[in-house]
């Protein structure tokens, strides 16, 4: 089962809040009343239960998020003191938003790189997997790598499919594995028709706040190091664009510093342009989806609107 609220939850709760407050007069006209707002609150959340039938479509459209995943991710140094990592949740939104109807996959890369969803149509499964990105827990970090996913990125991309494919490569470029260089992946020329490098951060750079072992029971804090003469030191993540700048080169992209959500506006619309009918998508069967279920809970809404219709109409 799944929810997909009209009107956000918050705001729905205060509008039901506000509607139990101007109490009818009478126990049974108050109990319509509170009939009436919950099964208004109920439907807004638009719940969707396994079991449905959709039409799926063969998408000629293919979306890579590449996206970093590491600690550095969480400095709060975009737009003045606002996460990466949330700029970033913003941006993939809008990219999602901008291609209905293609096919999307997702890798992250922090200590290690895994491929969280498979190519699917299911935005909503897309969707959710970047908004759940939060960094990693200071204790399993040991230094960030770009050769490691760079290394896998050929296997995510040569799947033999006659499709358009698109990569976004998102990070900050900081390596902080030690001893580790860039390397060059110019072998990877050529496996993306199009997308782009987006990077993420500034210059001066930003502190951090993660976890020790896990989001679900440790309160973030700031993240701290001790340097060479034992003095304790805040640490500060700063945008490596040089990095970015050879990554974009090897894969064949353009590279955008990313300060702001409308710096991948124009590059969407030169996506689209360049495209042409390679975005047409073709209908295919039908199979398992969800359904809606908010009419078994709009039929006793109208039946209590209508008797309250009635009923007040008498009194009139």
Known sequence: MIIKPIIPIW??????????????????????????????????????????????????????????????????????????????????????????????????????????????????????????????????????????????????????????????????????????????????????????VLGYGTDEGGYMQTVPMSYTEDEPEYLYYYDDNFDKKQAVSKIDEGNLNSIAKDLELDYIHMTKHSDIYSKVEDIKENMGESMESKEGDSTAGYSETYYYFLIPLILLLVFDLMYYKKKI
């Open 11 to 196: 705001l729905m709760g205060i509008i039901c809040v506000i509607f139990l407050v101007l109490r009818r007069k009478g126990t049974i006209n108050y109990i319509r009343q509170i009939l009436i707002v919950l099964l208004l609150f109920v439907i807004n959340l638009r719940i969707m239960t396994p079991g449905g039938t959709v039409t799926t479509i063969t998408p000629e459209l293919d979306i890579l998020f590449v996206c970093d995943n590491t600690i550095s991710m969480l400095a709060e140094d975009y737009n003045g003191n606002e996460r990466r990592i949330d700029a970033v949740k913003k941006d993939c939104q809008y990219i999602i938003d901008q291609f209905p109807g293609a096919s999307y996959s997702v890798v992250t890369f922090d200590s290690s790189v895994e491929m969280k969803v498979p190519y699917t149509v299911d935005t909503f499964l897309v969707e959710q997997t970047i908004e759940s990105l939060n960094g990693e827990a200071s204790y399993y970090a040991n230094g960030s790598s770009l050769n490691m996913v760079m290394s896998q990125l050929e296997h995510y991309l040569d799947r033999g499919r006659d499709t358009y494919q698109l990569v976004f490569f998102i990070s900050d470029g900081e390596i902080t594995a030690k001893g580790e260089t860039l390397k060059s992946f110019s072998n990877l020329n050529g496996y993306a028709d199009n997308g782009a």
